[in-house]
């Protein structure tokens, strides 16, 4: 399931003329995007509705199935996949699905700003405006971004509480975690390359992070959850940047794991729906958005991800959270001289000779 | 002015047809009103996008650098981010050498001109089925030792702006409909103040008397100057015409007079002079009819003088009872002719009244005479001259037939009662009396009397 297009763009790429050849060899190679999981909720036969989205199924299953369970007659079919494949399978083979839900808030933005995306009215339910772009682009969580630490990995260090501390204790202690700190690869992720782009204008301390990971021999993951299957299994020490809602599912019952909500910031990025143009059943998809809405969704979808999207569904965002807003700002983030610049940046710091 | 005038077709009201031209007219402002709002919020909304449009694509132009082995663009959150903010816009954006695309999105309208690299080139075109606002910019940079012009395209839509006028031209229009509310009370009290002095001088013509044909002289709206100029033509005309009938009448009363005077003599005289009885009974009826017709004659022309001057009318202070006394000794011959006694009160004292002389002296005669001729030989007649309620009542009562039921109103020219039988007479005597009373403001009444008989009654305003 680790997709072929981060391998072959692992060379390091400088100047637009690179990045033109990347997007080039991007447009060949995309033949079909891939998929990680499948699954159908409902009866065999019936009307389909069918979903897109970078979730992890077992974080999502309960509040489908309870929205499956209300409509007999009503098929769900879900397919989850990776950020990129998912905007890839939308703008560039118009694959017909009919809800695309991912986290990398600036394809969806993309999508939507390049008229993918229908005009619909789910029910909103107190979704604040600034977690919904016109009618077309809807969050249905807020996840905020932590990092994840072994407490056996860090022995009798102390945990740190900033990203200055978090640095320091990577500087001093090589032998301790060279090889043991992974992060997302901003080349295969749309997540992972989101949140670099948003770390880096975050705050300039993130390179140096960058370049202590990179001494470190970081490794580098295409998921969330493959990062804490790692952490877990007692190959890393160190998870920087991991979606809470993955880590939310494994850290009640195993005591190994520590959360550490970086006190400078925390951000928080919106996993935003929407109803692509092409649907083939949008009414659904609609009423299935209205769910995905509603306070009871809401509040299990808040409680995974430790945080509540909609005020008074779930727990308060704390005051190190930085949610990142919905809005046209993000399609910078997408531009392929910008990425380009960004990555060889990232690579400079990360791959070092 | 008359009642037959309210039986004319209605026609158009013009109060109405002022209100609802207003109304109308007021309504085309407001109609008017939406339309260059909506223009001028829609100029002004485009004038002040532009501007954050034109500072976004300088500052998508500021963030291209040119390094060692290539370019370097740092698209700017922020600009974006405010870019779209109002209204929630879609963003495009290109970055292009010549037709080489660098970065963006491909196929966005060119401009229409080649930007400058200091201010922006603004223009809208439609792409991917939005109706876009773009603004251009050129920047220069070395790229591998040549100067390269990169043109940097920045589009948006616009779909606050459109809501942002229309909102406006909205609100102004309900702005509009509540004055236009608070305009038709306004009109209503326009349109009647417009109309309130055409009413008054409809109400001061409708006031005259009958034989009011003086011109009118109300105070008139210039728009209705000429109206009314014509009316007064006509009034003129009208009262022409009368005159010279008149005139005429009087003239022809004048002329037969005089041969008829002759006549009668003439008559008299054969009278005396033969004895043949029979030829004496045709020389009676022919004075008796002589008389008939120089009476009736005498009377058209102090019909002709009392209108005459009461159209002139000359009032000047006189004593009622003496000249009651006047006409008293000028009839008293003709009542001893025939044994009848006039018994006169009040005359003793002298009554000051304001007014024409000469046609109260006619009317006077004139009712003595009615009264005279209606009464038996050896009759009796009472003469009251008293004052009562600030007006001078000079009231004859005879003891003659009186008046014939149904007959109440004997004062119009040439009426007489039912019951005259054999009396001569002309039907004008009564009418001149009337007419001599209304003249002066006055009253005449005539009655039955309180047992036989009838009572003429002639009351006069004291001054």
Known sequence: MRDAVPRAAMTPLRGFLRGAAMLLWLATAASAYEIEVERSFGPEEGREVSVISTTDLEAIDSVLEGFVAARPGLRLRYVQASSVEVFRAIRDEAVPFDLVMSSAMDLQMKLANDGLAASVSPQLGGLPDWARWRDQLFGVALEPVVTLASRQGLGDLPVPRTRRDLIAMLRENPERFDGRVASYDPRSSGVGYFLISQDSQQSEGFWRLAEVMGRLNARLFCCSGEMIDELRAGRVTIAYNVVASYASRYAPDDPDLVRLVLEDYTLAIVRSALVPANAPNPSDATDLLSWLLAPSSQARIAENAGVALIPGTGAAPSPHLRPIRLDAGLLVYDDRLRRAGLLSEWSAAMIQP | ?463
């Not at chain 2, 004038?47 to 370097?72: M, N, T």
């Not at chain 2, 409708?206 to 009011?212: E, V």
């Not at chain 2, 001149?432 to 005539?446: K, N, P, Q, T, Y």
């Open chain 2, 1 to 463: 002015m008359t009642p037959a005038g309210a039986a004319l077709p209605a026609g158009i009201s013009l109060r109405r047809r002022l209100v609802w031209q207003f109304l109308v007219l007021s309504l085309l402002l407001v109609v008017a009103l939406f339309f260059t709002v909506r223009f001028a919020a829609e100029r002004a909304s485009r004038a002040s996008q532009d501007a954050v449009l034109g500072a976004a694509v300088i500052s998508v132009g500021d963030g291209i650098r040119a390094v060692d082995d290539g370019l370097e663009l740092d698209l700017p959150h922020a600009t974006f981010s405010m870019l779209g903010a109002m209204g929630q816009e879609r963003i495009f954006y290109s970055l292009a050498i010549g037709s080489r695309l660098v970065t963006g999105y491909e196929g966005l309208p060119p401009p229409p001109e080649v930007p400058g690299d200091l201010s922006p080139v603004f223009w809208s075109a439609d792409y991917r089925a939005s109706r876009l606002r773009l603004a251009a910019i050129t920047r220069r940079v070395l790229l591998d030792n040549r100067m390269a012009e990169i043109v940097v395209v920045l589009g948006q839509t616009r779909y606050g702006q459109a809501a942002i006028a229309r909102d406006t031209a909205r609100s102004a229009v309900w702005i509009g409909l509540g004055f236009l509310l608070l305009a038709v009370p306004v009109a209503l009290f326009a349109a009647r103040a417009v109309i309130r002095p055409v009413d008054r001088l409809a109400a001061a013509v409708t006031r005259r008397g009958p034989q009011d044909l003086r011109p009118v002289r109300d105070p008139t709206p210039r728009e209705l100057v000429p109206l009314v100029g014509a009316l007064n033509g006509f009034i003129a005309r009208l009262r022409g015409a009368l005159q010279l009938a008149e005139t005429f009448i009087f003239e022809a009363a004048h002329r037969i007079r005089t041969p008829l005077s002759l006549v009668r003599n003439e008559a008299e005289m054969a009278l005396a002079e033969t004895s043949d009885e029979a030829t004496r009974q045709r020389l009676r009826r022919m004075v008796r009819a002589i008389g008939e017709s120089s009476r009736s004659a005498n009377q058209i022309l102090d019909h002709a003088m009392v209108l005459y001057r009461s159209d002139q009318f000359a009032a000047a202070p006189f004593d009622l009872a003496a000249l009651t006394a006047s006409v008293l000794r000028a009839v008293a011959p003709l009542a001893e002719m025939r044994d009848i006694e006039i018994a006169a009160q009040g005359l003793d004292r002298p009554c000051p009244l304001h007014g024409d002389e000469r046609m109260i002296e006619v009317a006077l005669r004139n009712i003595l005479d009615n009264a005279l001729k209606y009464s038996a030989s050896e009759g009796r007649i009472t003469l009251r001259l008293y004052q009562a309620d600030g007006m001078a009542h000079l009231s004859v009562q005879d003891a003659g037939r009186g008046l014939a039921k149904g007959d109440s109103d004997l004062t119009g020219r040439f009426r007489r009662g039912s019951n005259v039988g054999d009396v001569v007479g002309s039907g004008l005597g009564l009418t001149i009396v009337r007419e001599v009373a209304a003249a002066h403001g006055g009253s005449f009444d005539l009655r039955p009397g309180p047992e036989k008989g009838a009572c003429a009654t002639l009351s006069l305003a004291l001054p």
